[in-house]
């Protein structure tokens, strides 16, 4: 499992994680897409778009390899503004390839992009 160095582990002042320590004995979690109401905390969609915006400083819009990146934490973006890269794709893998969709992930969190 890849780890990504720099990358922060957990949003500041908070439990919600954004990495994982080390990989799962029985292989990685499947990433799926979560249902994001509009009721969510203010606190979970602070989450989402300081994770967008640290992916998006880490690897812009190149691919990258999902490895110690929390599925938890991916699933509220997978499906929209994080894409699979490659096709097949396969949801549990720690070497799948994931993508920001740039323009999607912009229209939803354009705050996470306003240092960059």
Same mark, same amino acid.
């Given at each position: 499992?890849? +780890? ?6 957990? $949003? /500041?002042?908070? %439990?919600?994680?954004?990495? =994982?320590?080390?990989? #799962?004995? @029985?292989?990685?979690? /499947? $990433? +799926? #897409?979560?249902?994001?109401?509009? @009721? ?6 602070? !989450? %989402?778009?300081?994770? $967008?915006? !640290? $992916?998006? #400083? ?6 990258? &390899? ?14 929209? &503004? =994080?894409?699979?890269?490659? %096709?097949?794709?396969?949801? !549990? ?6 993508? =920001? @969709?740039?323009?999607?992930?912009? #229209?939803?969190?354009? &705050?996470?992009? &306003? @240092?960059?």
């Amino acid at each position: 499992m890849l +780890k990504h160095r720099g990358f922060p582990g957990r $949003l /500041p002042g908070t %439990d919600l994680q954004f990495t =994982i320590r080390r990989a #799962a004995r @029985d292989g990685a979690t /499947p $990433l +799926k #897409a979560r249902e994001r109401y509009a @009721d969510r905390r203010p606190l979970d969609r602070a !989450a %989402d778009r300081a994770f $967008l915006a !640290a $992916l998006w #400083a880490q690897f812009g819009a190149e691919p990258f &390899e999902r490895g110690n990146l929390d599925a938890g934490r991916l699933g509220w973006l997978f499906g929209r &503004e =994080i894409l699979p890269a490659d %096709d097949p794709f396969d949801p !549990a893998s720690y070497e799948a390839r994931l993508v =920001i @969709d740039e323009a999607r992930a912009r #229209a939803s969190f354009p &705050e996470a992009f &306003e @240092d960059g």
